[in-house]
């Protein structure tokens, strides 16, 4: 969630022939609503505190917050944003005053990309938000659905591990991911029904890069001038008509496919979908769903790309970013790498095919990934708006602010964790804190109604890839550089994954049965 500028000139004599009215209805606000609202910086006229906000937010929040305290005030432009740094006040947020905080932000992105935020992660509270979310929670992400796809996770892990195998010198480690995870999605959500594959995970991810942070335009929402003007509205645009001309023959080609097996023959009957064995894809349960009849708000193609969106960057940019983090984690703490791969290969040692129920059996795994969720949340600030007048701790939460939950600093936190900012998964051994939403100083994936409802789906792209990686190769850094020259800051972006891609040696481990897979 980056607070970007694109101050090119024109974009910068446009702000100033504002100024002087956002200083006057800046003013004007602030008479009635300083007093009421939490502490917060000192600010600037036109841009309140953008100048104490770096290109990482989370990490500039935590320390003003160390400052001013777990509930704070400050204003991004003329948006009104309330910072929760503890797990008290966000328990408060998330749990207790859940349904006045459920609303998300409205933004250029989600308006553009997200098809008017009619997806589950950016639609405002309400009806329809819930009949989406349950269609995902039941038809598209339960965990019957997602062990479905454990084929596909299976056979992508297996080409990743050969692809490196037949690398030579250093393997771009975050990039080989990347395009792990984003063809299981693929192959998830349009079965074999995708001749354009590799340009739409192309297009995805140019995506994911354009809506990791605020346009101007959502800094100044009142201003209309600027929203029409605004050059990554028409980036966003440009984009959306791509996609739009590969996602609607996708769906196109989806129905065609499905007059067919309806009126197939006996030797075809078993045939349900689109899906790669037979059974139905993602795609195929939105139509079905769309076509029922059942609904009560009926949806459109439209919510069918912006539900599709929305699991991409679930299943995708989470869980690759999940998997760049630990490994980095794992090159600095050789002690914790050389016990989980003995862990590993131990328990392998006869069946270096496992699969992803076998995964389960590895008790140290899970300790270093619920570590990995706690040094890199993968979206560092959770998003929500209030909608209503609130108060919190003696404090009023204005109707219609901004309501950052600091995930990231929560996770980090020296009044929470033992020396947070060592990677120790064997603090986990003894400690019942999870990540599933009932633990608030610990919640990589959100709580309450907006908790993310692709966690099963990620965290199965998770698993089974580390544990394969971490069986078949040796891994080090390329000669002459140590650990402590990787850069373990964030990129700026709405999922905070590394600024730097991850380039490793990997050296084949051999068995007795000869080489892994």
Not at 372 to 382: Q, S, V
Request: glycine letters at 6%; a neutral charge.
């Amino acid at each position: 969630m980056e607070i970007q500028f694109p101050f090119t000139f024109t974009n910068a004599i446009l702000l100033l022939s504002f100024i002087f009215f956002f200083i006057y209805k800046g003013y004007r606000k602030s008479r009635n609503t300083t007093a009421k609202l939490p502490p917060s910086p000192w600010k600037l006229p036109l841009i309140g505190h953008l100048h104490h906000i770096g290109k990482l937010p989370h990490r500039s929040f935590q320390k003003l917050s160390e400052k001013h305290g777990p509930l704070m005030h400050v204003m991004l432009g003329e948006v009104t944003a309330i910072v929760v740094s503890s797990p008290a006040l966000a328990k408060q947020v998330l749990k207790a005053h859940d349904p006045t905080f459920a609303d998300r932000p409205v933004t250029i992105a989600g308006e553009i990309l997200w098809y008017n935020s009619s997806n589950i992660s950016f639609s405002q509270y309400g009806d329809y938000w819930r009949q989406m979310r349950k269609i995902c929670i039941l038809e598209l992400l339960s965990a019957k659905n997602v062990k479905s796809f454990s084929s596909i996770r299976n056979d992508e892990v297996s080409q990743l591990i050969e692809s490196i195998k037949i690398s030579s010198s250093t393997v771009d480690l975050t990039e080989k991911i990347f395009g792990m995870t984003s063809s299981i999605t693929c192959r998830a959500a349009f079965g074999k029904v995708c001749k354009d594959k590799d340009q739409l995970i192309g297009m995805f991810k140019e995506g994911i890069t354009l809506v990791s942070g605020f346009d101007v335009s959502d800094l100044y929402p009142s201003s209309k001038m600027l929203k029409a003007l605004s050059c990554n509205r028409m980036r966003l645009m440009k984009m959306r008509l791509k996609l739009d001309l590969i996602l609607d023959d996708v769906i196109d080609e989806h129905r065609r496919n499905l007059e067919k097996i309806v009126f197939a023959d006996e030797e075809n009957s078993e045939r349900r979908g689109n899906g790669e064995f037979g059974n139905e894809d993602l795609v195929d349960v939105l139509l079905r769903v769309k076509e029922s009849g059942e609904l009560e708000f009926p949806i459109s193609d439209d919510n069918i790309k912006a539900v599709i969106y929305d699991i991409f960057a679930a299943g995708t940019e989470t869980s690759s970013t999940t998997i760049d983090w630990i490994m980095a984690e794992l090159i600095r703490n050789p002690r914790v790498m050389s016990k989980l791969q003995t862990e590993i290969r131990e328990t392998f040692k006869d069946n270096p095919n496992f699969g992803e129920s076998d995964v389960q059996k590895l008790k140290y795994l899970k300790l270093v990934i619920k570590e990995g969720f706690r040094l890199h949340a993968p979206i560092p600030l959770i998003p929500r708006v209030s909608r209503a007048d609130t108060e919190i701790e003696g404090y009023v939460i204005p109707i219609g602010a901004k309501v950052l939950v600091n995930a990231w600093a929560m996770g980090r936190d020296p009044g929470l964790w033992s020396d947070p900012e060592r990677f120790e998964p064997e603090r986990f051994e003894n400690d019942p804190r999870d990540f599933t939403g009932n633990d608030f100083e610990y919640i990589p994936f959100g709580a309450g109604r907006r908790m993310c409802p692709g966690m099963t789906f990620g965290l199965a792209s998770v698993e089974l890839p580390l544990a394969h990686l971490l069986y078949s190769f040796d891994w080090k850094l390329p000669a002459g550089m140590s650990s402590g020259d990787l850069d373990m800051t964030e990129r700026p972006a709405i999922t905070a994954a590394r600024r730097q891609n991850l380039e490793l040696v990997a050296t084949p481990y051999i068995y007795d049965g000869g080489f892994s897979l």
